[in-house]
């Protein structure tokens, strides 16, 4: 038919479309695909289709990973492939070379799924003889499984003959030399060792689909029983576990992943193509390549681990809990080989011993999940800033659910959860990885940079850290509200109230805090939501602190609305934004500091927000120590809106880089306790009680 050109992307052929030509590549590559995702490259000198049977329709996907050409040819018999090989008697011990190349690898294929398959079946018979001991040991009766009884033994297919494997595998070893002495005698004899290796394809992708039929039989009827098994065993293990003098010197964890799919209760063709997965992801040495395979499978891990986690998580709220389960929540972990054996002995150890936050503020994210699940908070706002109600109503008004679906969905806790899931969730746990390029949802020690026991977050940690934050920048998540008591006659008085937020715990091996929301919903007396690595690799003060920084930002521009800019109505992003922008005309500030703000501008690609956090981020590490690195100008934004303490106020009092914020500081706190002080006083001479929240104001005026 001709000469035919392609470029990369491009499918040649697809799983199901009729096969009607034969071509030869003459220039590039192309990736071979089957239904099971398997894999390999066919380049110049190759036969498409090969393997392929006559009239029938394609099982392999061709797509082009190069640009390139091959030539075509009409094929509906096995005379019109003499005919093409014929056509081209030149270039046949090439052809035929390449179709050894073929069969070789398809034998290889068939050989590691039958000693798969067969591994599978001998597994399943180890743990029927070991389900009774098992039974006995936890004083429970054993059930009689009756679909165990429809599993044959695997006996291996005769598609293809030993002694086909074995000249398959000779003629692979003597490749280079037929060349030479054997394909140069006579022509045939590379057409018959092309159309043997046809014949040879064909027998053993019959031989790959029975193993397979084999096999999804296995999975299915042994799968009551494997649930039960894993379950029990996983049981057994922690009795021995909990046994053990100390939880140093614990039994070994062992199939973990089997113990955390059978507990999930996952749909089966998910948990056994997570299982497929996460098994070929330990194969990868380079666990950081950007190959076109390894961004697959990390994307195919990444959609089943969300569904696995949601199902787990379901499954957790009605049975008891494997610990396996409890450290997947936690800690991403799925399999104690890509874990390493230290570190599963070290997330068991944080699983047992986790104390979770008595104020409910700092938490893991399967703890918080679950507030959302149970109603206790609403869910976080999606990517594109709508909340769970404004979700479904954007899918009411595009169609895709109508006026029933979302009365239902609006009250359904687990669609509540679900959207929490696939939004803050999914995109959370993304961003504080770090690294999204490479992003693996599930515990890899490849990812380890720092010792887990100093990078491990729980909640003693990062109580300590908010800590220190608060006090240094007292008034850090303090926000202003209008208090009124008409009994008292209090119509109008303003109180500084701290809302803490919630600091969820991602179950990630990761480098960055996100601030997902400062607020909930509207409401501007609710506590934001920070998220950060459960394991954080990089130095967790100074990623809290840009939190805090981001936070303050966040929540001004909240408060402030449409006027966050405008210096008309002075609060800290008005300000730092017009000295940001009108920096260059300020006589405040020397050639050479607005060169640094220049230099500032441009590493944070002229966004303000950035520039800000990273000024605040000085001024809390190095600032309140007298360590001066900003600018008059921006110390003095800071210093008014994000005052130190008292106590580091007093030690910067004679420092006159601060005498002038420190004196606007001072005459302002003076007149609000001096409103404070006069309505106690005007309450005591009235014999009236005084109302905690004015107590609360001076107490929080005297920080």
């Given at each position: ?32 695909t ?10 110049a ?52 070379r390449?179709a ?39 004083g ?48 045939k ?35 009551s ?32 992943l ?10 089966a063709?998910?948990?056994?193509r ?9 194969e ?50 799925v ?37 959302v ?27 895709d659910?109508d006026?029933?679906?979302y ?40 990812n ?141 500030l ?45 110390r ?14 007093t ?53």
């Open positions: 038919m001709g000469i035919v050109k392609f470029k990369a992307g491009d499918v040649i052929h697809d799983v199901g479309d009729s096969i009607s030509t034969m071509e030869i590549v003459t220039k590039g590559s192309i990736k071979v089957d239904c099971n995702e398997g894999n390999f490259v066919i380049k000198g190759s036969i498409i289709g090969i393997g392929e049977e006559i009239a029938k329709c394609y099982k392999f996907r061709y797509v082009a990973q190069t640009e390139g050409s091959y030539y075509s040819y009409n094929y509906s018999s096995l005379a019109d492939v003499e005919r093409v090989l014929d056509a081209n008697e030149k270039i046949l011990p090439i052809l035929a390449t050894i190349d073929a069969v070789l690898l398809s034998a290889n294929v068939v050989t590691k799924q039958y000693e798969r398959v067969s591994t599978e079946y001998t597994q399943l018979m180890d743990n029927l003889k070991e389900y009774p001991k098992i039974c006995k040991q936890l429970q009766e054993p059930r009689d499984f009756t679909d165990l009884g429809k599993i044959a033994a695997l006996a291996k297919e005769v598609n293809a003959n030993s002694w086909q494997y074995d000249f398959i595998y000779a003629l692979a070893r003597h490749k280079e030399e037929l060349n030479d002495s054997f394909f140069a005698l006579d022509s004899l590379a057409k018959g060792v092309i159309l043997m290796a046809d014949e040879l394809l064909i027998k053993f992708s019959h031989e790959m689909e029975d193993l397979n039929l084999y096999n999804e039989a296995l999975v299915r009827h042994a799968l029983f494997r649930q039960e098994f894993v379950l029990l065993r996983s049981r057994f293990e922690e009795n021995k576990r909990n046994e053990a003098q100390d939880i140093e010197n614990a039994p070994a964890i062992k199939n973990a089997d113990t955390i799919l059978h507990y999930s209760g996952l749909d063709e998910i948990a056994g997570f299982k497929v997965n996460v098994n070929n992801y330990k990868i040495e380079n666990k950081f390549e950007s190959t076109d395979h390894i961004r697959k499978l990390r994307k195919d891990i990444g959609r089943d681990y969300l569904d696995l986690y949601k199902a787990v998580l379901l499954n957790s709220l009605i049975t008891d809990m494997p610990v396996e389960a409890r450290m997947f929540l936690y800690f991403g972990f399999d104690e080989d890509l874990a390493g054996e230290d570190n599963t002995k070290t997330l068991y150890k944080f699983a047992k011993l986790w104390e979770a936050d008595e104020k409910g503020k700092y938490l893991t994210a399967y703890d918080w999940l679950i507030k699940y149970n109603g206790e908070v609403p869910p976080s706002r999606n990517d594109f800033d709508l909340d769970f109600e404004g979700d479904l109503k954007e899918k009411k008004r595009s169609g659910i006026e029933k679906e009365n239902r969905l609006l009250t359904s806790n687990e669609a509540k959860l679900d959207f929490e899931i696939r939004n803050m969730f999914a995109s959370g746990n993304r961003v504080t990885y770090g690294r999204v390029t490479t992003y693996i949802p599930i515990f890899d020690k490849a380890i940079i720092k010792p887990l026991d100093l990078a491990y977050v729980d909640v003693a940690t990062i109580t300590k850290v908010i800590n220190k934050v608060r006090e240094t920048d007292y008034s850090v998540f303090y926000r202003e509200r209008v208090y009124a008591n008409a009994d008292l006659g209090i119509t109008k008085f303003f109180v500084d109230q701290e809302i803490i937020p919630y600091v969820i715990l991602m179950p990630n091996l990761g480098s960055r805090g996100f601030l997902w929301q400062d607020i909930e919903g509207r409401k501007r007396d609710t506590p934001g939501r920070m998220l950060i690595s459960i394991f954080h690799m990089v130095d967790l003060e100074d990623t809290v602190l840009k939190l805090c920084g981001e936070f303050r930002w966040e929540l001004c521009k909240t408060v402030q609305g449409v006027y966050w800019n405008n210096v008309q109505d002075p609060s800290l992003t008005s300000e730092y934004c017009d000295y940001l922008q009108f920096y260059k005309k300020n006589s405040s020397s050639s050479d500091h607005k060169e640094k703000v220049r230099t500032a501008l441009k590493k944070h690609n002229n966004n303000y927000r950035e520039v800000f956090i990273a000024d605040y981020l000085s001024y809390m590490k190095y600032e309140r120590n007298g360590s001066l690195r900003l600018n008059k100008v921006a003095g934004i800071i210093a008014n809106y994000c005052t130190f303490s008292k106590e580091i106020r030690g910067l009092m004679s420092n006159p880089q601060y005498a002038e914020s420190m004196k606007r500081f001072v005459i302002a706190h003076k007149d609000k306790v001096s409103q404070v002080d006069n309505l106690i006083r005007k309450l005591d001479s009235k014999g009236l009680e005084i109302p905690t929240e004015v107590y609360e104001q001076r107490d929080y005026l005297n920080f």
